[in-house]
């Protein structure tokens, strides 16, 4: 296991500290926000510590206020129902006496039935793509110091293979709202199923949004741009193992009202269906 990838662990292993009520920490970086998928991820960790049955089957959040880097947040769950196949919790995440984040979830006991899947795309294998490290070391010294700092100075606990273009570094010419990146863990990952689904949750929000911003020139670090996650929604059709590879396929079929909207669909590298999501984000653009 990479030392990125323990700390990840180690930011989703919860704190107890009363009867469905869990304490999550968060990293020691100069962001101005907690980022949206790590707060998604403990709080599905804090719904699934009171479940004795099954495996998440589906959450649906929102992202309420930006979650301050520099204090614990707490978890409050609420066991709504727990019935003989399905299982649905509620959780909070609050912050300074106010609720940052809602996310409701439902964990589903396994049973056998009809099935189908959409067929994955055809993409270079993982193994033919460079690494991030790659893509990036040709901009070491090349672009301003806070850039440098976010992407050469990031722990990375997920290995991103981009294909085509990486989202932040596009020229101006304007891009199909599409993209694909195949991902796992930077080391193997613990069996437990709960901590399997987290850490997917952690990395869907790490790259989906960009979807939204391809066709229209706009990157994270224009000046006249403001962006931000307002809800995430996943399903979890399949079983999986984030420490192997994965493909992401993404695309945004909307954007508008200052509201864009992207998808995602999550496959193994055997071709298996095995998450599909949908997130709506903010897309305020000021003019120049």
């Known amino acids: 296991m990479s030392d990125a990838l323990d700390q990840l662990l180690a930011l989703l292993d919860l704190e107890p500290i009363e009867v469905d009520v869990f304490r999550g920490a968060n990293l020691h970086e100069d962001r101005q926000r907690v980022f949206g998928g790590q707060v998604a991820a403990q709080a599905l960790v804090a719904a699934g510590r ?78 033919s793509l460079l690494t991030m490290e790659e893509r990036l070391e040709p901009l070491r010294g090349k672009i301003d110091e806070e ?13 991103q293979r981009f294909v085509g273009d990486l989202p932040w570094l596009l020229g101006g010419n304007a891009e199909d709202p599409h993209q694909r990146v195949w991902l796992r863990t930077n080391g193997k990952m613990p ?4 901590m399997q689904a987290a850490v997917m949750t952690y990395s869907s929000d790490m790259t989906l949004y960009e979807s939204i911003l391809r066709p229209h020139h706009i990157r994270w670090h224009d000046e006249h741009f403001m962006g931000a996650s307002l809800d995430h929604c996943m399903w979890f059709h399949r079983p999986f193992r984030m420490d192997g590879w994965l493909l992401f396929d993404q ?7 200052a509201r864009g909207l992207a998808r995602g669909l999550l496959y193994t590298e055997s071709g298996e269906l095995v998450m599909s999501c949908v997130q709506e984000g903010l897309v305020r653009v000021r003019r120049r």
């Open 50 to 127: 009171t479940v004795d049955r099954g495996t998440v089957h589906s959450l649906h959040s929102y992202f309420l206020r930006p979650g301050d880097p520099s204090t614990p947040i707490l978890y409050e769950v609420d066991r709504i129902r727990d019935g003989r196949s399905f299982l649905t919790r509620r959780v909070v995440a609050i912050q300074h006496g106010r609720a940052i984040f809602n996310l409701q979830c439902s964990f589903h006991a396994a049973e056998e039935s009809i099935a189908h899947q959409f067929p994955m795309p055809e993409v270079p294998p993982p193994d």
């Open 147 to 159: 850039m440098e700092r976010w992407f050469f100075n990031r722990p990375r606990p997920i290995d």
């Open 191 to 194: 069996d437990d199923p709960l």
């Open 251 to 257: 695309d945004s079929p909307s954007a508008f009202g």
